[in-house]
């Protein structure tokens, strides 16, 4: 008998949860997704500035440095997407594997150089904080490192 009540309730929260499911709003379309260089470029930064509390003169010199990189990496950027543009195309037309291989490692130097800017420019910007604020960093990169290998682990 207590089972039987048990199974109506059940039906009946588990019909009124859909009646008003039904009724809700409808969910606001989500925004078209930017391309992938400044999708979470200024949002990363207010959120950085946020938790590591910089100063008004630190936030100055974020912006200096971070302006500063992505001058430098402009021209790199394109030739970047020359060269994959490239490498797709030779891939596309069946061109042997040393061609493609040829364009591959030239696509490896422009993303090498990418990365040797923005260390420094993260080397910059480490200089300019506090040692609280250093310390504050290196826990963020730790989780972050857990976060990215515990997602690897489970794919």
């Given at each position: 008998?207590?089972?039987k009540?048990?199974q109506?309730?059940?039906?009946?929260?588990?019909?009124a949860g859909?009646?008003?499911?039904?009724t809700?709003?409808?969910p606001?379309?989500?925004p078209?997704?930017?391309?992938?260089?400044?999708f979470?470029r200024?949002?990363?930064?207010?959120?950085?500035?946020?938790?590591?509390?910089?100063?008004?003169?630190?936030?100055?010199?974020?912006?200096?440095?971070?302006q500063?990189?992505?001058?430098?990496?402009?021209?790199?950027?394109?030739?970047?997407?020359?060269?994959?543009?490239?490498?797709?195309?030779?891939?596309e037309?069946?061109?042997?594997?040393?061609?493609?291989?040829?364009?591959?490692?030239?696509?490896?130097t422009?993303?090498a150089?990418?990365?040797?800017?923005?260390?420094?420019a993260?080397?910059?910007?480490?200089?300019?904080?506090?040692p609280?604020?250093?310390q504050?960093?290196?826990?963020?990169?730790?989780?972050?490192?857990?976060?990215?290998s515990?997602?690897?682990?489970?794919?």
């Amino acid at each position: 008998m207590t089972n039987k009540i048990l199974q109506i309730a059940g039906g009946a929260v588990l019909a009124a949860g859909m009646i008003f499911a039904q009724t809700g709003t409808t969910p606001a379309p989500n925004p078209p997704v930017r391309h992938a260089q400044g999708f979470h470029r200024r949002p990363m930064f207010a959120r950085m500035v946020r938790r590591l509390n910089l100063t008004d003169a630190q936030k100055t010199q974020a912006k200096t440095i971070f302006q500063g990189l992505r001058t430098q990496a402009q021209p790199i950027r394109a030739q970047l997407q020359q060269g994959r543009l490239a490498l797709m195309s030779a891939a596309e037309a069946g061109q042997p594997a040393d061609q493609l291989n040829q364009l591959a490692q030239a696509n490896a130097t422009q993303i090498a150089q990418l990365a040797a800017l923005r260390a420094q420019a993260f080397g910059k910007f480490y200089a300019i904080l506090t040692p609280t604020q250093q310390q504050q960093v290196q826990t963020m990169q730790s989780k972050w490192a857990a976060h990215v290998s515990g997602q690897t682990a489970n794919n």
